[in-house]
């Protein structure tokens, strides 16, 4: 038991190491690129086929995560009589916590993924080892492409799911509430009022968007470390992307609540 | 150690030039020692096969020789060159040196045939952007496959991916070829062939190679000589008449395909 306890500790250990290791090599590929025009091709080509992609989704989710948080929200306002708030709560909600959260659970499960299965075959199929066989460094070749990638389009997914949600939450606050479009929307430029960055970027918008970039390259970084630590056929494969989904989760949600705690509650 | 021969002696009198020499070499997978002081030198244009049973540690000797794994101990010195003491730019020059024909053939599965033979010209800058068609052409040509340059790996057959991975190998002209069980899994009429294109290939351009089977018709087919792998160490290497005559009990053994005292693998 205690070996066991060990070596699960052990593994992630090796594997933290590993992935830091291999955000380190991407973020020295990232500041020295060998071909400017075709890697920047190549992250608008993952841009499209790990952000583009995931649209439908993240609106279809965002609306109805706008729509529950008003919902359940609205219900415990309206028996103090302060269903006027909602507005400001579902705004709140959303660019500070909801979207970047739930826009990274859904690039968790769908980018993610994918990037720790498409490395992990590529792994056991001999193709990274082909790569490096022709001096074709695969950190720069597939891993900074991804990483950036996905850095870039969490940023504008969370927006999306801001928006989507904030959506959804008016149209449940009026159906449902009572609360009126303008009344909300009062509201909820009130939440993104306050401190500014660049005397333009609400608090509560920025650091909503710091943490979706930070969500994004996370993602990207554990997808990859793991397919490139595959090994085993298609089941080390398997292997390797519910670790990379599971780390991704857990990380998301620790990163999370510390840069919550450092931009608010410290 | 053999002496060098000076460059202008006659052929008849040149001894062959060693290019590849591993010395003790020892590799390990956790408890499982798979080279166990493997000493093998590869000659200057010569077709080197290695027979050895599944498992035996093939693969891994290539991988060791072009640096992808590294060894535990011992020495693997190529062109010149201690293969373990060199940093990850020191690897990446060297394995511009040798082309590598990996079991599966290794193709990226987004690339085309083209594209996959034109990856290692265009990601290292090896020639200029207008000359990269007619070398992937040319390379093409080499392997018979002129009209199948737009297909992807799933729509080839097996013969037909390992024929572009050796295309993509041959194509950045390497002095040294690898093969990891080129014909694995081939039926005899792409074996043959794909055999003649191994030959033809080191006739054209002299480079040297070293072919990892355990298909034995292939090996006396095409070898300069044969070596055999066992125990994690070579126990016999001779030119294909006189290893066959071998009485070193594994080369009997796996001659006769006895697999008495042998361990299942």
Not at chain 1, 204 to 223: E, H, P, Q, R, S
Not at chain 2, 22 to 51: A, N, P, Q, T, Y
Request: net charge neutral; with cysteine.
């Amino acid at each position: 038991m205690v070996e066991r306890v060990g070596a699960v500790g052990l593994g992630m250990v090796q594997g933290s190491g590993y992935a830091l290791g291999l955000l380190g090599k991407v973020l020295r590929r990232a500041f020295k690129p060998r071909h400017p025009l075709r890697e920047f091709r190549a992250v608008v080509n993952q841009m499209y086929d790990h952000g583009v992609k995931a649209i439908p989704v993240v609106i279809l989710v965002a609306v109805f995560t706008g729509m529950i948080v008003s919902l359940q929200t609205g219900i415990e306002l309206r028996g103090m009589g302060s269903e006027g708030l909602i507005g400001r709560i579902v705004a709140a909600s959303m660019f500070r916590e909801m979207g970047p959260f739930i826009t990274a659970i859904i690039l968790t499960a769908t980018a993610g993924s994918a990037c720790a299965a498409e490395i992990g075959t590529m792994r056991v199929s001999e193709e990274i080892d082909a790569l490096e066989m022709m001096s074709i460094d695969p950190v720069r070749f597939l891993v900074l492409p991804r990483v950036a990638a996905l850095g870039i389009m969490c940023v504008a997914l969370t927006l999306m799911t801001d928006c989507f949600g904030t959506l959804g939450g008016a149209a449940i606050a009026k159906t449902q509430l009572g609360v009126s479009y303008p009344e909300f929307w009062e509201g909820a430029r009130g939440a993104l009022e306050g401190e500014y960055l660049l005397g333009f970027l609400a608090k509560d918008l920025y650091t909503g968007l710091l943490k979706a970039f930070v969500f994004g390259v996370l993602i990207g970084v554990v997808g990859c470390s793991q397919g490139l630590r595959a090994s085993g056929g298609a089941l080390g494969v398997g292997r390797a992307v519910r670790r990379a989904v599971v780390a991704s989760i857990v990380l998301v949600l620790i990163l999370g609540y510390y840069m919550t705690w450092a931009f608010y509650g410290a | 150690m053999e002496p060098e021969a000076p460059a202008d002696a006659p052929a008849e009198t040149t001894a062959p030039r060693t290019v590849i020499r591993l010395e003790g070499v020892r590799k390990s997978f956790g408890e499982d020692v798979v080279l166990d002081g493997l000493d093998l030198e590869v000659r200057k244009s010569e077709i080197l096969v290695v027979l050895g049973r599944s498992g035996a540690g093939k693969s891994v000797t290539l991988k060791v020789i072009c640096g992808i794994l590294r060894p535990d101990g011992g020495t693997v010195t190529a062109f010149k060159q201690d293969v373990a003491a060199l940093d990850e730019r020191g690897l990446r020059h060297l394995r511009e040196r040798f082309g590598y024909v990996f079991q599966g053939g290794a193709l990226l599965q987004w690339l085309t045939a083209e594209e996959n033979i034109a990856l290692p010209l265009v990601e290292n800058d090896l020639c200029p952007p207008g000359e990269v068609e007619g070398k992937v052409r040319a390379a093409l040509g080499m392997v018979d496959l002129r009209d199948a340059g737009a297909l992807y790996p799933d729509q080839m057959s097996g013969g037909m991916r390992k024929r572009v991975a050796l295309a993509r190998a041959v194509v950045t002209e390497p002095n040294a070829l690898l093969y990891d069980e080129p014909t694995t899994g081939l039926d005899p009429i792409t074996t043959a062939s794909i055999d003649r294109l191994i030959v033809a290939t080191r006739d054209r351009t002299g480079v040297s190679s070293i072919v990892i089977s355990h298909d034995l018709d292939s090996a006396f087919r095409i070898a300069d000589r044969v070596a055999m792998l066992h125990g994690g160490r070579i126990v016999a290497c001779a030119p294909p008449g006189e290893f066959r005559r071998s009485d070193q009990d594994a080369v009997r053994r796996f001659l006769q395909a006895d697999p008495a005292g042998e361990p299942n693998r």
